[in-house]
Protein backbone atom coordinates (compact mmCIF):
# COMPACT_ATOMS: atom_id res chain seq x y z
CA UNK A 1 0.00 0.00 0.00
CA UNK A 2 0.92 3.37 -0.05
CA UNK A 3 -0.43 6.82 0.89
CA UNK A 4 0.45 10.07 -0.95
CA UNK A 5 -0.42 13.36 1.26
CA UNK A 6 -1.07 16.40 -0.88
CA UNK A 7 -0.61 19.87 1.41
CA UNK A 8 -3.14 22.65 0.11
CA UNK A 9 -2.69 24.48 -3.67
CA UNK A 10 -4.36 27.58 -3.35
CA UNK A 11 -5.80 31.46 -4.45
CA UNK A 12 -3.33 32.36 -7.61
CA UNK A 13 -3.60 35.67 -9.77
CA UNK A 14 -3.15 34.63 -13.98
CA UNK A 15 0.17 34.85 -14.32
CA UNK A 16 1.14 33.85 -10.86
CA UNK A 17 2.93 31.15 -9.79
CA UNK A 18 2.06 28.05 -7.33
CA UNK A 19 4.28 24.42 -6.13
CA UNK A 20 2.20 21.31 -5.46
CA UNK A 21 3.86 18.85 -3.33
CA UNK A 22 2.87 14.94 -2.57
CA UNK A 23 4.50 12.89 0.10
CA UNK A 24 4.51 9.21 -0.22
CA UNK A 25 4.72 6.64 2.24
CA UNK A 26 4.40 2.86 3.01
CA UNK A 27 5.76 0.56 0.45
CA UNK A 28 7.48 3.18 -1.61
CA UNK A 29 10.21 0.80 -2.96
CA UNK A 30 7.67 -0.63 -5.33
CA UNK A 31 6.82 3.01 -6.36
CA UNK A 32 7.39 3.55 -10.15
CA UNK A 33 5.88 6.11 -11.60
CA UNK A 34 4.79 9.30 -10.12
CA UNK A 35 2.76 12.30 -11.58
CA UNK A 36 0.11 14.75 -11.35
CA UNK A 37 -3.93 14.86 -12.90
CA UNK A 38 -6.16 17.39 -12.83
CA UNK A 39 -10.06 17.79 -13.08
CA UNK A 40 -11.83 20.89 -13.69
CA UNK A 41 -15.52 21.14 -13.00
CA UNK A 42 -17.56 19.24 -15.62
CA UNK A 43 -15.06 17.81 -17.40
CA UNK A 44 -12.66 14.40 -16.91
CA UNK A 45 -9.85 13.91 -15.56
CA UNK A 46 -6.73 14.61 -17.31
CA UNK A 47 -2.84 13.88 -16.93
CA UNK A 48 -0.61 17.30 -16.55
CA UNK A 49 2.48 15.56 -15.94
CA UNK A 50 4.43 12.33 -15.10
CA UNK A 51 7.96 11.80 -13.92
CA UNK A 52 9.72 7.89 -13.72
CA UNK A 53 11.97 6.58 -11.14
CA UNK A 54 14.91 7.27 -13.27
CA UNK A 55 13.78 11.38 -13.95
CA UNK A 56 12.04 10.55 -17.47
CA UNK A 57 9.07 12.94 -17.51
CA UNK A 58 6.14 13.49 -19.92
CA UNK A 59 4.36 16.59 -19.72
CA UNK A 60 0.21 17.15 -21.56
CA UNK A 61 0.62 20.12 -24.27
CA UNK A 62 -1.62 22.49 -22.28
CA UNK A 63 1.79 22.03 -19.10
CA UNK A 64 4.67 22.20 -21.74
CA UNK A 65 7.12 24.88 -20.79
CA UNK A 66 4.73 26.45 -17.73
CA UNK A 67 4.93 23.40 -15.58
CA UNK A 68 8.01 21.22 -14.04
CA UNK A 69 7.58 17.60 -12.60
CA UNK A 70 10.32 16.54 -10.31
CA UNK A 71 10.88 14.22 -7.99
CA UNK A 72 13.00 14.14 -4.12
CA UNK A 73 13.45 10.46 -4.09
CA UNK A 74 15.26 10.56 -0.38
CA UNK A 75 12.22 12.05 0.64
CA UNK A 76 9.71 10.45 -1.49
CA UNK A 77 7.86 13.52 -2.61
CA UNK A 78 6.91 14.50 -6.19
CA UNK A 79 6.75 18.41 -6.75
CA UNK A 80 4.70 20.27 -9.83
CA UNK A 81 5.77 23.96 -10.38
CA UNK A 82 3.22 25.51 -12.05
CA UNK A 83 4.08 28.92 -13.56
CA UNK A 84 2.22 31.45 -15.81
CA UNK A 85 -1.04 30.05 -14.62
CA UNK A 86 -4.15 30.90 -16.54
CA UNK A 87 -7.79 30.35 -15.44
CA UNK A 88 -8.14 27.51 -17.58
CA UNK A 89 -6.00 25.73 -14.86
CA UNK A 90 -8.19 25.74 -12.48
CA UNK A 91 -8.71 22.36 -11.48
CA UNK A 92 -8.54 20.03 -8.42
CA UNK A 93 -5.35 18.43 -8.99
CA UNK A 94 -4.35 14.74 -8.02
CA UNK A 95 -1.11 13.04 -7.02
CA UNK A 96 -0.35 9.89 -8.50
CA UNK A 97 1.83 7.03 -7.60
CA UNK A 98 2.19 3.71 -9.72
CA UNK A 99 3.67 0.65 -8.33
CA UNK A 100 5.13 -2.25 -10.55
CA UNK A 101 4.97 -5.74 -10.06
CA UNK A 102 5.33 -9.07 -12.31
CA UNK A 103 1.23 -9.37 -12.61
CA UNK A 104 0.77 -5.71 -13.47
CA UNK A 105 0.56 -2.67 -11.83
CA UNK A 106 -1.41 -0.36 -9.56
CA UNK A 107 -2.72 2.92 -9.39
CA UNK A 108 -2.68 5.60 -6.12
CA UNK A 109 -4.40 8.55 -5.82
CA UNK A 110 -3.95 11.13 -3.44
CA UNK A 111 -6.90 12.87 -1.75
CA UNK A 112 -6.75 16.11 -4.53
CA UNK A 113 -6.10 19.84 -3.98
CA UNK A 114 -7.72 22.86 -5.51
CA UNK A 115 -6.13 25.24 -7.28
CA UNK A 116 -7.99 28.35 -8.31
CA UNK A 117 -6.39 30.98 -10.70
CA UNK A 118 -8.65 34.17 -11.10
CA UNK A 119 -8.05 37.94 -10.36
Known amino acids: QVQLVEPGGGLVQPGGSLRLSCAASGSISSINTMGWSRQAPGKQRELVAL???????NYADSAKGRFTVSRDNANNTVYLQMNSLKPEDTAVYYC?????????????WGQGTQVTVSE
Open 96 to 108: NARTIFPAGHRDY
Open 51 to 57: ITNVANT
